[in-house]
Structures are given as C-alpha cells and as structure tokens.
C-alpha cells in the first residue's frame, strides 16, 4: 500500500488573522483594534489527506515533534482490513508508515512509540471461545513490540495480567518509558512490564477510577484518577513508582480534566484541557493558571481528544467532530496579539457551559467577519461548592448592574426571565424579530412567542422545546383536560387504597406546584406577591397528603404496570419529546387515558413548556445587533445538530419531522410485496425505537393523525415552566412550610410568614 501524503493546508494569512485568536487577554473586556496586548494562539491547521470511506485515522498522539495516528483501510475487493501507524514529521512534513501484522482476529486496543522507532501495542484477540453472561466474547490481550519496520520483537500473552486487574477489565492505554518499561492502564489498575515484556507487577487503585496516564515535563509517569477515599474526593495526580510498585508522590488541586490524557507543559509540568479551557498545572505549587479558552481559537473544546506540547514548546491539538466524524490537526502558533484583526466582542454568560452552545459560538465565529462570540460561565466546575449556584448568580447580578461587565446575551435557560423582564434587565426582540430577514414571526409554533413575552417584552425565541403534563385512564379522570388542586384532591379522597403518583414526596410535589401555579401568586411586574390567599393555604393542604420522605432504600421502581392497570397508581407525570411518546401511556395503563394536565389554581391545563437554547440579549448590551446575529444564527441552524432535542420552534422543521413519523412502510420481499409475520400481519419497517422498564417493553409505531393532533394540542396549550430551582421563593416556602406539615404550626401562621418574608423578597428584586 502505498504512502498517504499528508498536506499542510495552513490558512491563508488573511484568513488566519482574521480568526479570533487564544490567549492571555481578559474576556470580561470588549476587544477592539486598540487594546489588544500581550499574546495569543493562532490555529494553523493540517490536513490528514485521504480519509475516504475506506480509509480513516484514529488514535492521534504526540510525542516530541512526531504526530502519530493509526491508518485503518479496508480494501472491499478482497475484503482484507489493513491497520498501520504513522508518523508524521511536523519539522519536514514528512510521513513513515509501519504496518503492524496484527493477528487474524485481532483488534487494536491501544499502541505507543518509545521515540526510537519502535511501536508498543494491546490487541484484543477475539478467536478466544470465551464467553461473557451476556453472550459477548472475552478477548484473550497481547502486549507487543515491533520495530520501525513493522517486525515484531516480541508478543505476549497478557490475558491473565489484566483478568487479576479486573475480570474482563478494559485497556485504555499503553506507554513505555525511557528505560523500556511498560505501563498498561486498565480501568483502575496499572499494569507493570519490563522491556522483554515480562510481568513485574501492578499498581491498583482501590476505590477509584483512572482517567488518564502520561508524562511529566520530568519524564516521569504519572497517573491521574478519581479518588473516592480522599478527604474532599476529586481527581488526584501521582506519580508511579515502577520499582516499588506502588504509588508514589500524590498531588491535588487539578483543574476539571476532559478524559483525554495528560500532555507534558510548555514551562510548568502538566497541560490540562477540560473540554473549554487549557491549563498548565506546576507539580510543586500543586497550582494551575489558564492559558487560553479553545472557544477564543474558533475550536469546539468539546471536540479536542488531544492537546499536546512539542519539543520546541509548540501545540498541536487533535479535534474530532462527533457528529460529522472529521478530524482536524491544529498547530496553535504564539502569536502578538497586534498582529491579529480584532473583531467587536459579544459575551454570553451563562451558568453552566454546554457542547450545544461552544459548537454554535464556534460556527458563528467562523462565519462573521464583523463579530466574535465569547462565553462566561459563572459556576466553576473547578472549584466547586455547596453555595457554588448562590454565589454564581451574585456574580452574575454584579456584572449585569456593572455595566462595564454585563453580558451582552444572557442563557435564560437556568435563570428566572420573567423577573429579570420585569427589572428591565432584558431587551425586547419584537423589533430584531420584524426587521429580519432571515424570520417572521409566522414562522415559529403558534403561542410560542406570546408564552416567552412578559408585560409587552419578549425576552427570548428558544430553538426546541419539550412538554410536561399529567395524566390519568380517561374512565377516572374523564375525557376534558385540566383541573383544579380541590378537584384533584376530592379525587385522592375518592380512591383511598391508591396512590395518586408513584414514589412523590412533599418536597418533590411543592416543586411542581410552584412550577404550574407559582404566577398565581407572584407578581414581578408590580411587585406583589399573594400566598395568604385560599388559593395558596389549598395547594399547602394538597402537598400535605403526600409523605414527608420515602425509603428509596426499600423502593422498587420500575414501570409498575400491573399495579397501574389495577388501578393502584392512578396518575403519571408524562414528559413528551416526540410525538410517539404519548403512545406510551394508554400502553402502560391498558385503555384510553386523558391527558388532563398538573392541576392548578383557576382550573387551567397545566402542561408546562421547558425551552433549551433560551437566550436573550441585556438591555445594557452596546452590541444589540451582534447579539441578535448570533440568535438569529442560533435559530437557523436549530435542529441540524446532534445537540437537538424535543420539539422545533420552526413550523416548518416541525412539519418535516411530522411527515417523517408519520409515514407508514412495510416490509417488502424481492417482488415488491408486503412480507407478512406469523399472523398474517404486514410487517412495519418504519416507526421503529420504544420505551421498556425492566420486563415490560413498548416499540413506537408510526404516528397517527389523531396523535399528531393530542400532541398538538398540548403544544397550544402550553405555558413556560417558572424556573424554580433553587429559586429563593421556594426555598422561603419549603422552610416555612415544614412546620405546618410537621404539626407544630397551624397552616393560617405558616401562610402569613411566607407571604410576609416573600414580600420583602419580591419588594427588594422587583
């Protein structure tokens, strides 16, 4: 087989400069042409040449100035699968192949060169006719070495090594150090060889996982896991002692890891990429400082399976997309940061970053020549607390009273929007909605506009949405939707051997309540707040009948089929993504069911609507029209993504997916007729997937008409969900409410405190 040239398709200067570059600079600060200083990385990109349908790369590694992957090609005339490591010179551009005679039903765990031309590799044999429980073949494992020409020097059998380290343990990575030993990393346990191959011994992990293995700046092996035994638990760094087999020298305080391996530094001893950022990690301070944000090079960290330093103190990352599988080489080049076209700034803040949300910065930012979309995240996933939420939203409320700080586009989607609309904190998108090109407002699901436009303001347009409702057999609940909390309650009353919902508690049920009623008795807009109504002291009364707490150490879970179809659980909270699911429940519950909605204050249908990708633009942003660009964009490409999920706000991607499960398909035989089962039945190809709880199953069919229609509907009734989590409302009511539901005070003096502390809650953030 001849040799797969590899090409460096650096990026045009003008386009390279032109990308919004990684590096040192504040992020809270609006860039421009004025004030950029000090330095940053400018992706230049290299391009694997060839990866077709036949041939692709994987395994990607750096080691010294030498990229190294693996070359699988299959050749579909003779049906043989070839598998070859490369070396790619990233000096002289130049590629060495060293095709690797794996055995017959071999497969190729894991490999790593040594430097000196030499590849280590773990291949899976599955020839073995052991077999598992669950009917899948054990492999027997072979450590091996081959020199620069493929040759092997030695093949072991290691198949009872990694079984002591665990039955049917998982290899994850091999390594080889610069006397020759051996390291293969099993799931929490560290294999030890000798240079000849020869067992020395293993270093385990007792309560723990690894995540990765690899080199220090001190070209010692170190092993980063999770410790379960540690005092404040989290991910810890050691050395291995290969001599004493054991653990060696323990460090702390790492930056949240991505699962992608440990990479020498570039001055301090560790790089460390947790899926947004690149640390460097120093061994003797056991401290870490940023080095750059992967957003700020264009590049989707979520993507990065590997960043590494070179010889000359250069980086290169590896990026695989997950949903096209193309894989991208990027050399980050030091760059002044003067030398770099500088783009008007827009910062997102949100308080927890997302996949969905860097993939869609990163397109917009390779698409606009004008802007360049930062993210702010406000919970440090790296340090962590219990007041971790309380003391991101103070951030947050800091930087949006600031001004010099505030975001100029805020993720609604954890945060209460109809608050926040009424502080005036939120800029009205009608007038960006009715001067766009790109949308009308008829082109978005009846309703929801108005559902996500508070007091005249319409503070975010989401992508997709899913639905949350309640239901019942019909025969019991009747066929009409929605109810209210008495009504809900007499029916309780009228089945006393039943439970109304399967494994509930106060806390859990208070939640939902406030959730579907929590605008009947809080209201932003003119600062007022009403729980001493009889509307509140109901729902009170209501969350009362339910226990205090359940023993989930004795609770059995499950579909509860039976006990449903008898009538001994008699209501389901029903969460519907896709049209199929509400075929879900006259399955479950064995006849026609309604779905009448959580019930709530005015008898209304509660069927609540929880909205991703909500994000709105702040009323002090000096970016408005950037940050309409980017929702726009956002909105356009809503649905293409692997990201998605639940239901498009577009009617017109609503409509493609309603053709698509609704069309009906049978199996055909080689003469285009139907091929029937055992009984006579058409057998359907479409429709397909479905739902099972341990011994009870439900396969989808396709939709109907009429179920298109009850999903519809629900869609038509449907409100935004108030965002109530860690809301301090509810936190003021489940305190206050604990001592009505314990007896120890009646429900008027429990009411009267809630509405007199909420007041004040309301009054002081309206």
């Known amino acids: ?74 050749d579909e005339a003779t049906g043989e699968s070839t598998q070859t490591v490369c070396e790619y010179s990233l000096a002289d551009a130049g590629v060495k192949e060293i095709p690797l005679q794996i055995r017959e039903n071999g497969s190729l765990s894991c490999y790593a060169p040594d430097g000196e031309g030499n590849i280590y590799t773990v291949v899976s044999d599955y020839s073995s006719e052991n077999m598992s429980e669950e009917g899948w073949t054990i492999p027997d494992m072979f450590l091996g070495k081959w020199d620069s020409q493929g040759t092997a020097v030695f093949e072991k059998d290691i198949t009872d090594a990694v079984n002591r380290a665990g039955e049917n343990s998982y290899i994850q990575d091999v390594l080889v150090d610069g006397q020759g030993n051996i390291y293969v990393c099993a799931e929490n346990a560290v294999l030890l060889f000798d240079s000849a191959g020869e067992e020395q011994g293993m270093v385990e992990i007792s309560d723990g996982w690894i995540s990765a293995i690899g080199f220090g700046k001190d070209e010692k092996v170190y092993l980063c896991y999770y410790d379960y035994n540690s005092n404040s638990g989290g991910t810890v760094l050691s050395e291995i002692d290969f001599a004493g087999k054991k653990i060696g020298n323990t460090y702390k305080n790492l930056p949240g890891m991505n699962g992608n391996g440990l990479s020498v530094g570039i001055e301090k001893d560790f790089l460390i990429n947790d899926g947004s950022r690149v640390y460097e990690y120093d061994l003797a301070s056991e401290t870490y400082e940023e080095l750059f944000s992967w957003l700020e090079c264009d590049i989707n960290g979520s993507y990065v399976d590997y960043v590494g330093t070179t010889e000359d103190g250069k980086l290169v990352a590896v990026i695989r997309d997950w949903e096209t599988g193309a894989t991208e080489i990027a050399k980050l080049n030091k760059t002044a940061a003067s030398e770099v076209v500088q783009k008007e700034e827009i910062i997102i803040g949100t308080l927890y970053d997302s996949q969905e949300l860097q993939a869609a910065a990163v397109a917009f930012n390779k698409a606009n020549d004008t802007y360049h979309v930062s993210i702010k995240t406000y919970i440090d996933n790296n340090n962590g607390t219990e007041n971790s939420y309380q003391d991101a939203i103070t951030n947050l409320n800091n930087d949006i009273t600031s001004g010099a700080n505030c975001p100029d586009i805020l993720d609604l989607s954890q945060l209460n929007a109809e608050q926040l609309a009424a502080k005036g904190i939120i800029e009205d998108l009608t007038p960006y909605l009715e001067k766009s090109s790109v949308f009308d407002k008829e082109d978005f699901i009846d309703n929801l506009l108005d559902g996500f436009t508070y007091d005249g303001v319409l503070v975010a347009i989401p992508t997709s949405f899913t639905i949350s409702t309640v239901v019942g057999k019909t025969s019991e609940v009747g066929e009409e939707m929605g109810w209210t909390l008495d009504e809900m309650m007499t029916f309780a009353k009228a089945h006393p051997d039943a439970e109304l919902f399967d494994g509930i508690e106060q806390s859990t049920m208070l939640y939902y309540c406030m959730m579907y009623n929590q605008d009947a008795f809080v209201d932003w807009a003119n600062g007022e707040s009403h729980f001493d109504s009889e509307e509140f002291k109901t729902l009170l009364e209501f969350v009362n009948m339910f226990p205090q707490e359940i023993d989930w150490t004795s609770y059995e879970g499950g579909a509860k089929v039976e006990e449903r179809q008898a009538g001994e659980i008699l209501l389901e909270n029903a969460y519907i993504s896709d049209f199929q699911e509400v075929q879900i429940y006259p399955a479950m ?13 005015d008898g209304s249908v509660g069927c609540s609507m929880s909205a991703s990708s909500l994000y709105g633009i702040t009323a002090k942003s000096d970016q408005k029209d950037g940050a309409w660009a980017f929702i726009e964009s956002y909105l356009s490409s809503a649905g293409d993504s692997m990201y998605s999920w639940g239901f498009s706000t577009l009617k017109e991607k609503m409509q493609e997916h309603i053709d698509e499960i609704t069309k009906v398909e049978y199996l055909l035989d080689e003469n285009g007729e139907q091929v029937l089962d055992e009984n006579g039945e058409p057998i359907l190809t479409s429709g397909g997937g479905g739902i099972g709880w341990e011994d009870w199953e439900y396969t989808y069919h396709p939709s109907t008409e009429e179920e298109v229609e009850l999903v519809m509907e629900l869609i038509s009734v449907a409100t935004p969900a108030s965002n109530v989590s860690n809301d301090e409302i509810l936190n003021i009511i489940t305190e206050e409410a604990d001592a009505y539901f314990k007896g120890q005070k009646t429900l008027d003096d429990v009411v009267n405190i809630i509405q007199s502390k909420a007041q004040i809650y309301i009054s002081e953030n309206s």
Not at 60 to 70: A, E, H, Q
Not at 589 to 601: A, D, M, Q, R, W
């Open 589 to 601: 519950y064995g006849e026609p069911v309604t779905f009448i909605g959580f019930p709530t204050t």
């Open 1 to 74: 087989m001849g040799k797969k040239h590899i090409l460096i398709a650096a990026l045009c200067t003008a386009m390279t400069l032109s990308l919004a570059a990684c590096g040192n600079q504040d992020t809270e600060q609006k860039k421009d042409s004025s004030d950029a200083e000090g330095y940053v990385y400018v992706p230049e990109y290299i391009t694997l040449d060839g990866e077709d349908e036949s041939t692709w790369f994987s395994n990607l590694m750096l080691l010294g100035n030498s990229l190294y992957y693996t070359q699988y090609k299959y």
